[in-house]
């Protein structure tokens, strides 16, 4: 079929794009800002893109438009419709449909779905089980929102293993709701075999007003895995165990807690597995932090109930390499380290500057610099979180571009240690003036943060 696709240079949307193709499918698509690297890597898989939301698209008569959740009915300030070609589509009453619906009845149908959802670490961990998979000779597909490296893509099909009742599918199963037509969870449209339930935290203050919501959306995910499907759940957070009290029909394997069917004993670089109190498996690898150590964790426990073994998912792990902007380094100059990470929701920040303090120790210099980006954190619901999400950090300077609210006051609480500028420029000045030879300087935002990590890095070598 052809398909259309209005917010096609997104990471899930992209993704969608590279499946439909190896699938066979021909795929246009359009978005505005067209630009590498989604761009480049589009068009080399044969995939043509339109720059904007022209009502003229309609000509190309695809099979289906497929909706991505950037689209709206909003109007402009002179009265004129945001997306002209989303009101074209309806005015002529043409086939439409959402992304994850049409993933669902094209790709994932037939396949053995296993769903990785939670506020934090769905990309890594989503990663982490596609490669363990892959190592065991199960050539699993996957859709991950963002480029894991063992792999290089960040989506495809896959093949059916010898072995294996079905085709294997990982994929990232995010809360965030459908399309503007369907305010449903992503995830609910996935109906995983094997759903991770990772953790669980309030986010997404524009479409949730509460922890509550979340949980009910994360409960209609649980309602659609089947008897013999497996729930593996974080032992740890409440939030979850208040999920599955609601009602669950499937296995459940939980992992974090002490007294969980999973758990892990020594530091999260080189740690036990414990499966039901007994040593399964030995994790040696690269990386840092608590929460890598769940969400490995959760990845083994996911890979069992497809047929891999424990010590089996630990020796893949030893060989996983992350995930693109998760603590990478970006460059070294005069021995201070410049590192782009994602985080973005205050918890994420603080676990990931405590992995790095965990594992520098208290001598070295962490340097936060940070851009509060997401839709939640621009509306401010969570400002008064910073001061402790950015508490490991010996300095912390925060780019306060398009907030309505005073970062100033809110990171006051820090004192000397905090500082803010509206403009990236200033903001890599006062980071690279404070820099000092040892230091490491994390780079945290969901975007691209207005190009910091290199024009830092150019910064300090003029120094």
């Known amino acids: 079929m052809h398909i259309h696709i209005l917010g ?19 795929v246009t698509g359009c978005d505005s800002g067209v630009y590498p690297p989604m761009s480049d890597q589009l068009r080399a898989l044969g995939i043509e893109l339109i720059e904007g939301y022209g009502a003229e698209q309609l000509a190309l008569q695809p099979d289906m438009f497929v909706i991505g959740n950037v689209v709206s009915r909003a109007r402009l300030a002179d009265g004129n419709p945001k997306f002209p070609l989303m ?5 002529a009453g043409a086939p439409y449909t959402s992304g994850p619906q049409w993933l669902a009845e094209h790709v994932l149908q037939g396949r053995h779905t296993l769903a990785v959802a939670g506020t934090h670490g769905k990309t890594t961990t989503t990663s982490m089980l596609a490669w363990i998979l892959e190592c065991a000779g199960l050539t699993p597909g996957f859709l991950v929102g963002g480029v894991p490296m063992n792999f290089g893509i960040s989506a495809r099909l896959g093949a059916h293993a010898a072995g294996q009742e079905r085709p294997l599918f ?24 094997t759903a991770v339930l990772n953790n669980l935290e309030f986010d997404h203050a524009d479409i949730f007003d509460d922890l509550g919501q979340i949980e009910r959306q994360f ?7 089947p008897p013999s499907g497996r729930v593996v759940v974080n032992g740890l957070e409440e939030s979850l165990a208040r999920v599955l009290h609601t009602g669950c029909w499937s296995g459940v394997a939980s992992f974090g807690a002490t007294v969980s069917d999973f758990c892990a004993r020594g530091e999260p670089h080189d740690f036990e597995v414990l499966r039901q109190g007994r040593v399964v498996a030995r994790v040696q690898w690269a990386l840092s932090g608590m929460h890598n150590q769940l969400n490995a964790l959760a990845a083994i426990a996911a890979a069992e109930h497809v047929g891999v073994a424990p010590e089996q998912a630990a020796e893949a792990l030893a060989r996983f390499e992350n995930v693109r902007r998760r603590m990478e380094l970006r460059g070294t100059v005069a021995g201070i380290r410049v590192y782009d990470d994602f985080a973005h929701h205050p918890t994420a920040l603080r676990t990931t500057l405590d992995g790095l ?8 210099r962490i340097l936060a610099a940070f851009e509060p980006r997401s839709n939640t ?16 950090a010996d300095l912390a300077f925060c780019h306060t571009a398009g907030l309505d609210w005073d970062a100033a006051e809110a990171l006051a609480p820090m004192g000397e240690r905090a500082c803010t500028a509206a403009d990236i420029n200033q903001l890599v000045t006062q980071l690279a003036t404070a820099a000092r ?17 290199a024009k830092l890095l150019d910064a300090l070598s003029k120094r």
């Not at 899930?12 to 021909?26: I, Q, T, V, Y």
């Not at 409960?219 to 895995?225: K, N, S």
């Open 8 to 26: 096609i240079c997104g990471t899930f949307m992209g993704g969608l794009a590279a499946l439909a193709r190896e699938a066979g499918h021909r």
């Open 87 to 91: 009101e074209a589509i309806l005015d």
């Open 170 to 193: 990982v994929i990232e199963a995010d809360e965030y709701d459908t399309a503007f037509f369907d305010k449903r969870s992503k995830f609910v449209h996935y109906r995983p075999r």
């Open 219 to 225: 409960h209609h995910l649980v309602r659609t895995v």
């Open 357 to 364: 303090r965990r594992r520098l120790g208290s001598e070295a």
């Open 377 to 392: 954190m621009k509306l401010g619901t969570m400002k008064s979180q910073l001061p402790w999400a950015l508490e490991p």
């Open 437 to 453: 030879p040892g230091d490491h300087i994390v780079c945290m935002s969901n975007g691209s943060f207005g190009g910091i990590h």
